[in-house]
């Protein structure tokens, strides 16, 4: 248990949904992250949040929308998904943005029909 | 931009034994830290070892060792007296110190699948 927990766990969704995937850290760190898992593919940075504030987004899709409440939490709300958005989607956490190591969640496997 | 290669897309190795999982990275950087992470079929991301560039000790924890070669931009782990635990996918990954650079993230490689044999 690295501290960083994530639901739901699993998630099928239809193109036409609207989903929210929920990040949560009582580490005290100031700085959350979304990733993209997919299969033969190195983790894809999609959002970075420090001090609630977004500092980094890597040409992701309008349909994936983060909201960063406070501190602890980070959310990813989904729209309109393509069937080619299915992919393990991980949170992770970092005291700071310089050198620090991330504490991961355990992801949320998203597909969409 | 940063770029992570692990060559070897699959390891497998007799229990007890000693494994070496290979890294190499592009960077124009001088400082910058690098990672190795572990992700068990539980899918949850756990750091292995941390090894920062201006170190030139290489960083030990336990049985997992680094070999850091920052000239030729090579960080292999070593992974010794192999246990049925230590199954799982391995991902090298490097992380600039530069300010603001640092909101880049990891920067991962594809990962290896290490299997053991028991």
């Known amino acids: 248990e690295t501290g960083v927990t994530q639901t739901p766990r699993h998630l099928v969704m239809g193109m036409t949904n609207k989903k929210s995937l929920k990040c949560e850290q009582h580490l005290g760190h100031n700085a959350m992250y979304w990733y993209k898992q997919s299969a033969k593919k190195p983790l894809e940075l999609m959002f970075v949040y420090s001090l609630e504030e977004r500092v980094e987004n890597n040409s992701v899709p309008s349909r994936f929308s983060p909201e960063c409440p406070n501190s602890s939490h980070l959310f990813l709300h989904l729209h309109t998904l393509q069937p080619e958005d299915s992919a393990l989607y991980l949170c992770a956490s970092s005291l700071g943005l310089r050198g620090e190591k991330l504490f991961f969640g355990s992801g949320t496997q998203l597909s969409v029909l | 931009a940063q770029t992570v290669t692990q060559s070897q897309p699959e390891m497998s190795v007799q229990e007890a034994e000693t494994v070496t999982l290979s890294c190499t990275y592009d960077t124009s950087e001088s400082d910058y830290y690098l990672f190795w992470y572990k992700q068990p079929p539980s899918r949850q991301m756990i750091l292995v070892i941390r090894?920062?560039?201006?170190?030139?000790q290489n960083a030990t924890e336990n049985r997992f060792s680094v070999n850091f070669q920052k000239a030729a931009k090579s960080f292999s782990l070593k992974i010794s007296d192999s246990q049925l635990g230590d199954a799982a996918m391995y991902f090298c990954a490097y992380r600039s110190s530069l300010s603001g650079g640092g909101a880049d993230g990891l920067t991962f490689g594809k990962g290896t699948h290490l299997i053991i044999q028991p």
């Open positions: 090894q920062e560039a201006y170190k030139q």
